[in-house]
């Protein structure tokens, strides 16, 4: 059936055996090794369940699938079916008719007006996490942004005091459904063993923990009869436009955890590479802190960290170099071509992100920090997809993008960060995290 179809090259023998065995604890080796070999696109048939995959980081096909003929794709089972199982089906996982409903409800709470209007909590919490540090001033700052991440979208999208116990556990189960997810998704016939062994069921009550934390903030809420007009009260609120009910406890709670998860995972990963890249390169930190003296008073006003500047070029080349959604998966829903490519209903499609964004051909110097080649006047148009694109483009960009540009300007005003590290170990989880940011605190004297 496969002849039919014009597949790119394939992996094929020796080498799809080790991408098999080796791509749990190595995928961005193997991808990127794949790519390496056969080009910018390239296939792999599962011999276990007959799938075929593309993996591809090219721009024209990237965008061909995300924004050109993006009807025809689906979130993948990867997501939908595998992830759904832990997650429920909020905005990550959902498909179709219902995604599009439940975007659109949550749309307005990201809005660029709402999102102004979150500076001052931000700030709080901001000021918080790092009113320590002058008495601890060797830290792992990967711990640190993970709490304060985690914190902002609890304060921000739910007016909710989540105490520190609780971050912890949430975090510490988000970890540990990844961690299997990941095998899962990555070994042939993994999810039978796992289905023997217990450990999908175990990895299910973990998740019905995470979902009954989240159910005491919504009825914390509920309890309490107060008019909050934040995210929560928007999605309490909210009808659907063709049946006017409001959304169930089950899909508010599902909507709530992967907002939780996706507000502050992504950020806080992308945090960690932001502050060791900048730490790998003083003249990057030189010119940052000359920015932030420079716009005086109004460093911190929501205009000035949304507008295009040296700290927002930090951030874009960082999550360049360091993608935490190092890849996007999509399924056909029919047969489909580009090019000189066709394949049947039911490929799945892995858009390596990370091989995208240091992509030669796209990229000069491609594996260098160089936060200036966003001052490019074609920047908008280079092969950069941290947040996806077309109609899926990530609901929290502008949150984020704030939240991170805030987070910089207000340490490196006050601190400066000596990492003992030299090189991140880097796992590819469903975000690209590292494992650890150790280094010491110095206050500034300036």
Not at 149 to 166: G, P, Q, R, Y
């Amino acid at each position: 059936m496969a002849s039919e179809f014009n597949y790119p090259p394939e992996i094929k023998g020796k080498r799809k055996l080790y991408s098999l065995f080796n791509g749990v604890k190595d995928p961005l080796g193997v991808i990127s090794g794949n790519h390496a070999i056969s080009g910018d696109s390239y296939h792999l048939k599962a011999t276990f369940t007959n799938k075929y995959f593309i993996f591809s980081q090219d721009k024209e096909f990237t965008e061909y699938i995300l924004k050109q003929n993006h009807k025809n794709y689906f979130k993948s089972e990867i997501q939908s079916v595998t992830l759904g199982k832990y997650l429920g089906k909020g905005l990550l996982t959902n498909n179709g008719k219902d995604w599009l409903k439940q975007r659109r409800l949550i749309q307005p709470g990201f809005s660029k007006a709402k999102i102004s209007s979150l500076v001052s909590i931000m700030e709080e919490e901001i000021d918080s996490a790092f009113s320590s540090f002058e008495k601890e001033p060797e830290i792992d700052l990967y711990d640190v942004f993970h709490t304060l991440a985690f914190n902002i979208v609890a304060k921000t999208l739910f007016s909710s005091d989540i105490d520190e116990e609780k971050v912890k556990e949430l975090g510490k189960i988000i970890t540990e459904v990844q961690e299997v997810f990941a095998k899962e998704v990555r070994i042939p016939l993994y999810t039978q063993v796992l289905n023997i062994l217990g450990i999908t069921d175990k990895n299910i009550r973990k998740s019905k923990q995470a979902k009954h934390i989240i159910q005491s903030v919504l009825e914390k809420r509920r309890n309490s009869d107060e008019e909050k007009n934040d995210l929560l009260d928007m999605l309490i609120h909210a009808r659907y436009e063709d049946t006017q009910l409001p959304m169930s406890d089950e899909q508010l709670v599902d909507e709530m955890l992967i907002l939780f998860i996706a507000g502050h995972e992504t950020t806080a990963n992308a945090l960690s590479f932001i502050f060791f890249e900048i730490s790998q390169n003083p003249e990057t930190e030189k010119k940052l802190r000359q920015e932030i003296r420079k716009e005086g008073e109004n460093v911190f006003t929501t205009e000035n960290l949304m507008k295009k500047s040296f700290t927002i070029n930090i951030i874009k080349e960082a999550m360049r170099l360091h993608s935490p959604a190092w890849a996007i998966d999509r399924q056909a829903l029919e047969d489909d071509s580009f090019k000189d490519y066709s394949w049947k209903k039911g490929t799945l499609i892995i858009l390596y992100i990370t091989g995208l964004h240091r992509n030669p051909k796209y990229w000069s110097d491609p594996n260098s920090f160089i936060p200036e080649r966003f001052d490019d006047e074609n920047a908008k148009n280079f092969a950069y997809y941290p947040f996806g694109a077309g109609p899926r483009l990530c609901i929290g960009e502008h949150f984020a993008m704030m939240e991170m540009a805030l987070i910089v300007r207000k340490f490196y005003k006050n601190y400066s960060f000596i990492s003992y590290q030299k090189d991140l170990e880097k796992k590819a989880l469903v975000t690209l995290r590292t494992t650890s940011l150790k280094g010491k605190i110095i206050k500034n004297l300036s």
